[in-house]
């Protein structure tokens, strides 16, 4: 060992013959350090094919949705490597999230990539002034997630191995069939189609007006699916703590995995009285833009299945903060949408967790995540294991980019 350490150091290896070459090519190399030269920001305006309704429609407070605009940061290195991020939002702040990210990408170039850390706090200082919560922090989101791609393929390693995995699959389940513009026949034929294609669990919308038509569709569900199927479904923050309240109590019967965002997302004393007094966990936290957001809501025991979203927290850097928190409160973990994101994450963390199917950003990459037995895999690809389609490219409306190709 002390040989082959003096070796390395008096002179490179390659000026060595024999066995000592050999010995030292099999040893770790001094760590490389490489820097950012290269950022391209994109937004990517991606279409959807019909549009979406949840509770918040139903009752006048937003638009049906028609499409989702997603930030896209692609990270070059002096040494070639690339990393590739996304953060997103829907109906409104797309423009405003790219121009906050042109804004403060100009302090990325010359940077160490590895410094993942010390970068995102770098970049939350570039805009202080507008805050460590909302669309600011969702632009750091998509050059963060960026910059751990690039780690992990710099290591040759998938992200949830980078991270350091727990398992290779994750529970997941299906979310786009189950919307409530959606006819209950057709409901129950997207079901079945997701469990034909090894999605294992089914969630609904509730929170309609008229609450005899959620009962009425979780029944209908329940009662056309194998009884083991998990079902959760997801009121969209729709009822009062009354409404919530009857509703959980009523939902009892069905054995449901979850009820989601029974109540206003920030209403932490409402949901701490739902997670005490009903059996059926409460899943929230979806909505929120900041860590210390959830935090708030984890002090209140405000949920049994916290639900983080890392392009709106900011990014990986502070979902793996909020993730280890949640840990030590024992909670379960069911992050929000992302899944080619939050695949990753959720192999990382302790507690068996799930993992959200929507497709709908199918057509932004060339790869598709593998579902089987109600599972969905973490793939052999270092990085997140994507790359952009042409149809990403061409859906691209604005690009911005900063330092200079190597
Ligand atoms: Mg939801």
Avoid: C
């Avoid at 057709?186 to 008229?210: C, T």
């Avoid at 979902?319 to 973990?333: G, M, P, Q, S």
């Amino acid at each position: 060992m002390t040989d082959t350490l003096t070796a390395r150091t008096t002179r490179p290896a390659s000026a060595l013959s024999g066995p000592d070459a050999a010995r030292i090519a099999a040893a770790p190399g001094p760590a490389t350090v490489d820097r950012i030269a290269h950022v391209a920001l994109s937004s990517v305006v991606l279409p959807l094919a019909t549009p979406i309704s949840d509770a918040k429609v139903l009752t006048g407070r937003q638009k049906p949705m028609t499409e989702v605009v997603f930030l896209v940061t692609e990270i070059t290195t002096e040494s070639g490597a690339s990393g590739i991020g996304f953060s997103y939002s829907k109906r409104a702040g797309g423009p405003a999230q790219f121009a906050h990210a042109q804004e403060i990408a100009p302090v990325l170039v010359g940077e160490d990539p590895a410094d993942t850390a010390r970068i995102w706090t770098k970049l939350t200082w570039a805009g202080a002034s507008v805050g460590r919560s909302g669309l600011a922090t969702q632009a750091i989101a998509s050059i963060d997630v960026a910059l751990w791609d690039l780690k992990a393929k710099r290591a040759g390693l998938p992200l949830a191995k980078l991270l350091g995995s727990h398992r290779d699959s994750v529970r997941t389940y299906n979310t786009s069939g189950g919307f409530l513009h959606t006819p209950i026949e057709q409901v129950i034929d997207n079901a079945r189609a997701s469990l034909e294609a090894g999605i294992g669990g089914i969630k609904l919308k509730v929170g309609q007006p008229d609450w005899r038509l959620d009962v009425a569709r979780v029944t209908a569900v329940r009662e056309a699916l194998d009884p083991d199927v998990p079902l959760m479904v997801d009121a969209n923050q729709q009822w009062d703590r009354a409404t919530a309240m009857r509703m959980g109590r009523i939902l009892e019967e069905f054995g449901l995995v979850w009820i989601e965002e029974p109540l206003d997302a920030y209403d932490a004393e409402g949901h701490a009285s739902l997670t005490r007094r009903l059996d059926t966990p409460i899943a929230t936290g979806e909505m929120f833009s900041s860590v210390a957001e959830h935090v708030r809501l984890i002090d209140a025991g405000a949920s049994d299945v916290v639900q983080p979203d890392a392009p709106r927290v900011g990014g990986i850097t502070p979902f793996l903060k909020l993730a280890a928190y949640a840990e030590h409160h024992h909670l379960d973990l069911a992050p929000h949408f992302a899944m080619e994101i939050h695949l990753h994450l959720a192999a990382a963390y302790p507690i068996e967790p799930w993992v959200e199917h929507f497709d709908w950003l199918s057509p932004l990459f060339h790869e598709e995540l593998e579902t089987r037995d109600g599972r969905m895999y973490v793939s052999e690809r270092p990085g997140l294991g994507f790359t952009l389609t042409e149809q990403a490219r061409a859906w691209t409306v604005a690009r911005a980019e900063v330092g200079k190709r190597p």
